[in-house]
Antibody, heavy 119, light 111 residues
Framework: QVQLVQSGGEVKNPGASVKVSCKASGYTFTSYGISWVRQAPGQGLEWMGWISAKNGNTKFPQKVQGRVTLTTDTSTSTAYMELRSLRSDDTAVYYC????????????WGQGTLVTVSS | DIVMTQTPLPSPVTLGQPASISCRSSQSLVHSDGNTYLSWLQQRPGQPPRLLIYKISNRFSGVPDRFSGSGAGTDFTLKISRVEAEDVGVYYCMQATEFPTFGGGTKVEIK
């Protein structure tokens, strides 16, 4: 069965960076993309970007462009999201989601990773 | 960015009764390829989101048939024909015709 298992929670100081991992199993990793979505405490969902696991192409919303790097390691079927220059309003649960090629259906989600930014 | 607007349910829902959740987009969601990339997600308390419906009306694998989606253009609806206790949570519409954006969520509570 399809599973996305994310790394554990992180506590970071303002200005630091965080890297969250998302290990995929149960499907051919390079046949899909991975999107990242975050949810601030008690708030709604915000898309953070997408990466093709096939060729590494990426797309980002303007809001986070330049602060987010998405990568994949096809040898371990793992996707990574790095967020730099952390601010307190980056405190959120970060989710990875599988995205079917050409459809943008976020069909399977990871369990989420809480990133807390606090001094 | 396309803005997605959801309205709250007027009141808690009675078990076994229907519920209807509305979502409106700030512009048409019809993509140049002819598809409309409007999805519905369910988020139960303490859980990650789960895909229910994609491309307006297609139920995802394993989703009960009491969930259905409809609409076109800028107006979309998720219907639950008979609400069950496990349906408690927040429901989000999401568009991916342009860069993905989400509605603010509609909470389903049981009376």
């Amino acid at each position: 069965q399809v599973q996305l298992v994310q790394s554990g929670g992180e506590v970071k100081n303002p200005g630091a960076s965080v890297k969250v991992s998302c290990k995929a199993s149960g499907y051919t990793f390079t046949s899909y993309g991975i999107s990242w979505v975050r949810q601030a405490p008690g708030q709604g969902l915000e898309w953070m970007g997408w990466i093709s696991a096939k060729n590494g192409n990426t797309k980002f919303p303007q809001k986070v462009q330049g602060r987010v790097t998405l990568t994949t390691d096809t040898s371990t079927s793992t996707a990574y999201m790095e967020l730099r220059s952390l601010r307190s309003d980056d405190t959120a649960v970060y989710y990875c989601a599988r995205v079917a090629a050409g459809s943008w259906d976020f069909d399977y989600w990871g369990q989420g990773t809480l990133v807390t930014v606090s001094s | 960015d396309i803005v997605m607007t959801q309205t709250p349910l007027p009141s808690p829902v009675t078990l076994g009764q229907p519920a209807s959740i509305s979502c409106r987009s700030s512009q048409s969601l019809v993509h140049s390829d002819g598809n409309t990339y409007l999805s519905w997600l369910q988020q139960r308390p303490g859980q990650p989101p789960r895909l229910l419906i994609y491309k307006i009306s297609n139920r995802f694998s394993g989703v009960p048939d009491r969930f259905s989606g409809s609409g076109a253009g800028t107006d979309f609806t998720l219907k639950i024909s008979r609400v069950e206790a496990e349906d408690v949570g927040v429901y989000y519409c999401m568009q991916a015709t342009e860069f993905p954006t989400f509605g603010g969520g509609t909470k389903v509570e049981i009376k």
